[in-house]
């Protein structure tokens, strides 16, 4: 090839590269520096990883409920925790609830209260028996198993609640008693009332001891025109032991009379005698007791 072919040739192939990329360039763009830079951060923005922020919220869900359920378990045992007491057979117990007011437990019996709301609450549930001597200008309530219940005010009184029998005697001031549907009495200093079923029964003729507290808080027990068979149930709950019967029905005989719970077989004399009836040990725990011949 010639130098001026040469030439030619070379001259051609610029021409064709600069058209090449005049087709193929980048118009500039008409977006000033700050526009630019704004859009450079957002797209970096953009591209940050999401993960942490969402881990970070996760954790503070979880705190919140774990410390949700911390503040309701909490709650829910300052408000239904309780403090019970409770004697068993032979047993006598002196308590004393958060006012001050003093409580004596016969045996067998069971009282339980609010370990942390007794001041707001005020109620007392009891199961067997106990004397109260309440503390002057305090209140509260006595409720059975049966729903039946005790409102008192600064006063002394003692309640049995065993099985279907609720009784109830004032020793000091004024008790109101109300059965489970809502029937109520007033007693005074000296009144003894049952509720039956739905009905209240007075009393009339029941004389309290010379003593300002129950006969049982000293051991004695005393009976009048009673089912022998529950004369024979606190036999049992005093001495700890079992009887059983053959022959007669002690829940169709009535005994009037009294024993204390220092003497086994002085107790079984005192109740068997006027009965007629006779006892025989069948082992240390257990006593027959039968008609005489």
């Not at 409580?103 to 709301?117: D, F, G, H, T």
């Not at 079984?268 to 009836?277: A, E, G, K």
Request: hydrophobic share 40%; aromatic share 10%.
């Amino acid at each position: 090839m010639t130098h001026m072919g040469k030439n030619k040739a070379e001259t051609d192939i610029s021409a064709l590269t600069r058209q090449t990329l005049d087709s193929v360039r980048i118009p500039a763009s008409t977006r000033s520096k700050e526009e630019a830079w704004n859009l450079l951060v957002q797209k970096i923005e953009r591209q940050k990883a999401p993960e942490p922020v969402k881990s970070l919220s996760l954790g503070w869900k979880t705190a919140a409920i774990a410390a949700s359920l911390l503040l309701i378990i909490s709650l829910a045992y300052f408000k239904y925790s309780t403090v019970s007491y409770s004697t068993s057979r032979g047993q006598h117990l002196s308590v004393w609830l958060p006012d001050g007011s003093e409580v004596a437990l016969n045996a067998c019996s069971r009282i339980q209260y609010p370990r942390y709301w007794f001041i707001n609450s005020r109620k007392v549930m009891l199961n067997g028996e106990a004397f109260f001597k309440v503390t002057k200008g305090s209140t509260f309530t006595v409720i059975s198993s049966l729903h039946h219940r005790v409102e008192v005010v600064g006063t002394q009184f003692n309640v049995t609640a065993r099985d279907s029998i609720f009784k109830v005697t004032c020793y000091e001031g004024k008790v109101k008693v109300i059965s489970h549907s809502g029937k109520s009495a007033i007693l005074s200093k000296g009144n003894t009332t049952s509720i039956v079923g739905d009905s209240i029964i007075h009393h009339q003729n029941e004389v309290l001891p010379a003593s300002a507290t129950p006969a049982w808080t000293t051991g004695e027990f005393y009976f009048e025109t009673a089912p022998l068979q529950i004369v024979m149930d606190e036999l049992m709950r005093q001495y700890r032991v079992n009887i059983i019967t053959n022959g007669f029905n002690p829940a169709t005989r009535y005994y009037t009379g009294y024993f204390t719970n220092k003497d086994l077989k002085q107790a079984l004399d005192w109740v068997t005698i006027p009965m007629n009836l006779k006892y025989t040990f069948l082992n240390d725990t257990t006593v027959n007791i039968y008609p005489a011949p």
